[in-house]
């Protein structure tokens, strides 16, 4: 027997703030107990479907309704943001702004406290589930001092006291390390069958979703639902790629090599392909007859670390330590590493944000003696967040801020500015005021205004993070190409198809030391270095193994190949 | 560059200023504070003096978290005295009934009387700032919130207090990133710049520092809200603690100083300790 829990009835939602409907007259059936996915590319209405679902809408966020969305039963143009809260527990995507007690324990109260619930009651809840998600050992830390995995299980604790029918993630993913993506996935699955909770996540990065069983995936493009199908139907039927959605890597590739989808029954993972030797034979054949590109010629070092570390206090477990390599001009390096690794603080020394132990020269000149500003004219840093880097109202005047402070003339900053913002595809706005842009837009204004001063390293740190398909590969194309023009570029990602689609080396690091410094796909080829700095293998390199390729880390090289060649073509 | 050191904000420790309960300590900071506001007893404000630095010893809190304030603090009190003494320097006479110059200059002429005066005054504030802070470095915020609340104020602005107070590390920590960010685009902060040019550039500062606040308040607000915050008149603490033997004795202690105060009051006269005569 099913219960339809969710319904959304010919209906639209406009923002008071926009002029277009969000969300046109959407119809949409959720049962109880189903375990669904709602995917999208940004803008598309995916998050504002997840705001009418916890009654954001219309109580914060407000506007104009037209037809019906009724959670359980009940209007939700009738019902007020606390009754529904106890309908839909939300989970957001950051989980860092939503944490508001000191302690985890408290945070995990912090619902029940509202409720008026007896100190000793709730003691006895918050342990409860502490130990059910098995984080009982954390209840007297700091949220912020977490891993953001154990952050992301703490955040799903402070909802579960509430025992509410829906859960609701929004994109529970975007600031996870492959390994901790992986884990929180298989939490909600295991918490959704215990439960028999409706679980419904909003979600670009599908492949990971779907590494758990889902029942339905719902394909949201432009306000409107494109497809509602089976996670199953869905990947046979084309329609990811044309809506901004990344297909699985592993389908991407039997697609290059010419095997028919539609003969394939079960699509849904590496593990339900068929063992069929046809396949097996098609995927080695498209693989041998890909000829891989050489490896660079000879370099010279720009940058050189000597035991660098820093260590911000003495409770500090794992400080970031000796770390000692030599970042080569033309270099294309991806940091990667579980979440408190290191990474950033590196980023930071590197810069002089912080002070550092041991050594770093550049060009053979030591750093120590530049402040943050000198520095900056030969180091180029984009920090994560683009709210931190802004001080401008326009766009140009953002972009020609480094300019002017240097003393630059006012025709060449504009001859420059201009330049710049038409590599970073921002030329059309170059009069718009900042507030107007997107998240993804905001962060390539960062990165012109740091590209304008022409550094020799550019730094990102997790350029991608929380961008959907299109922007990320914009923005990476447009770095393969600085690249290309012989800037050397340095990226924190967690992205691993990333750091081996577009970066020539990489620096992993776990536990505040550096422990592997290599080719990105030989990274991902030891077993224990992928456990120890929390990676994952991709796909392509679990499809090359189910049909035994010959060499499957070759396999995974002749894929990258063959697509920057596509893009590059 | 900042570490946790420098954050002027609650870290847990575990002296014995710790373990109090945060009303025990509220109560205490206050009636201790409107003690030393009242009275102009020398004798008592010096024990509280010597009491206030002995806790703060106590508490083992860093020179390098309270630096800051305690500096632009002094620089108050400083500032403060001078101008008590420019507007009225012959407030002491008037008020210990005899004068004994030390220093003629006519209208500024000083005398031990005011010199004593303003020794009270400066003897208040080492009184009561060293137990205000000591009251914020050891008190946790959410404690805090609860014992508001429990002494009668809503449970709604008692939170305000507490975030707020939990924000201010924060506040700090994107302040010195932002700043980090400003300096990376070509604003000279550092020792190498003039420090107009450092006061311009952290003008630049303040424009991001005030979006990502907002910002970060917007997030959190929501985030209160999806959990029910507001929903009812009233709210139960998890961290609520309940009373203990030391705490019924610090708060005895803290009534003993209000009558000591009262009785000195009788003793003196009025507010004022008079040695002149």
Known sequence: MTNTIIEFKDFSFQYDSQAEPTLKHLNLAINQGEMLLIAG??????????????GLIPNIDTGNITGECIINGKNIQETNLFDLSFI????????????????????????LENDCQPQNRMKQIVHRWADELGIEHLLKQAPQNLSGGQKQIVALAGVMVDESPILLFDEPLAN??????????????????????????????????????????????????????????LLHNNLLEKNGVRNP?????????????????????????????????????????????????????LLEL???????????????????????????????????????????????????????????DDLKQYSIKERSDKIGYVMQDPNQMISQKMIFDEVALGLRLRGYEENEIQTKVYETLKICGLYPYRHWPISALSFGQKKRVTIAAILVLDPELLILDEPTAGQD????????????????????????????????????????????????????????????????????????????????????????????????DEKHA | MHDESQILGYQPGNSFIYQLNATTKLVFMLLVSIACMITYDTRFLIAICVLSIFLFKEAKIKWSQISFIV???????????????????????????????????????????????????????????????LFLLTTNPSQFAASLNKIGISYKISYAVSLALRYIPDIQNSYWDISAAQQARGIELSKKASLGKRIKGTLNIIMPL????????????????????????????????????????????????????????????????????
């Not at chain 1, 527990?89 to 985890?104: K, W």
């Not at chain 2, 009190?77 to 003629?104: A, C, D, R, T, W």
């Open chain 1, 41 to 54: 590319p940004s803008g598309s209405g995916k998050s504002t479907i997840g705001h009418c679902i916890n």
């Open chain 1, 88 to 111: 839909t527990s939300t989970i957001l995507q950051d989980t860092d702004s939503q944490f508001i007690g000191l302690t985890v324990g408290e945070d995990i109260a912090f619902a």
């Open chain 1, 176 to 233: 996870l390390d492959p390994a901790s993506g992986m884990k929180t996935m298989a939490l909600i699955n295991r918490i959704q069958k215990e439960l028999n909770a409706t679980v419904i996540i909003i979600e670009h990065r599908l492949e990971e979703v779907m590494s758990q069983p889902l029942d339905r995936v719902i394909l949201v493009n432009d306000g409107k639902i494109v497809a509602d199908k089976t996670p199953n139907d």
């Open chain 1, 249 to 301: 890597l592993y389908l991407s590739a039997l697609k290059k090599a010419q095997i028919d989808l539609n003969q394939i029954p079960d699509l849904t993972s590496v593990n339900a392909l068929p063992d069929d030797r046809e396949i097996a034979r098609k995927l080695q054949n498209w693989q041998d007859k890909i000829t891989i590109t050489g490896e660079k010629e000879e370099t010279h070092s």
């Open chain 1, 306 to 364: 000597k035991g660098v570390g820093h260590r911000y206090n003495k409770l500090q477990v794992h400080p970031l330590h000796d770390v000692t390599t030599t970042i080569n001009q033309g270099d294309f390096i991806s940091i990667v590493g579980q979440n408190g690794a290191g990474k950033t603080t590196l980023c930071r020394i590197i810069c002089g944000f912080i002070s550092n132990e041991g050594l770093i020269s550049f060009n053979g």
């Open chain 1, 469 to 564: 398909w299109q922007t990320y590969t914009e923005i990476m194309n447009f770095l393969k190409q600085l690249n290309q023009q012989g800037k050397t570029i340095m990226i924190i990602t967690h992205d691993m198809h990333l750091m081996m689609e577009y970066t020539n080396r990489s620096l992993a690091f776990a536990e505040g030391t550096l422990i592997a410094d290599t080719d990105p796909i030989k990274l991902l080829t030891e077993k224990a270095l992928i456990k120890k700095a929390a990676l994952k293998r991709t796909s392509l390199y679990e499809l090359a193994v189910k049909y035994r390729l010959k060499e499957p880390n070759t396999f995974v090289r002749a894929y990258i190949d063959a697509e920057r």
């Open chain 2, 71 to 133: 500096k632009l603090i002094v620089a108050f009190m400083i500032l403060n005295l001078i101008f008590v003494f420019i507007f009225q320097p012959s407030y002491g006479e008037s008020i210990y009934y005899s004068k004994s110059i030390l220093i003629h200059a006519g209208y500024f002429t000083l005398t031990l009387q005011e010199v004593f005066y303003l020794f009270n005054l400066f003897l208040k504030y080492v009184c009561s700032i060293p137990i205000v802070l």
């Open chain 2, 210 to 277: 005030i979006f990502s606040s907002l910002e970060r308040i917007d997030a959190i607000s929501t985030a209160m809200q999806l959990r029910r915050f507001g929903s009812k008149k009233k709210r139960t603490w998890y961290v609520t603690q309940s009373f203990k033997k030391e705490d019924y004795l610090v708060m005895i202690a803290a009534v003993i100083l209000v009558l000591i105060v009262i009785v000195l009051w009788q003793l003196n006269h009025g507010r004022f300790y008079n040695p002149f005569i």
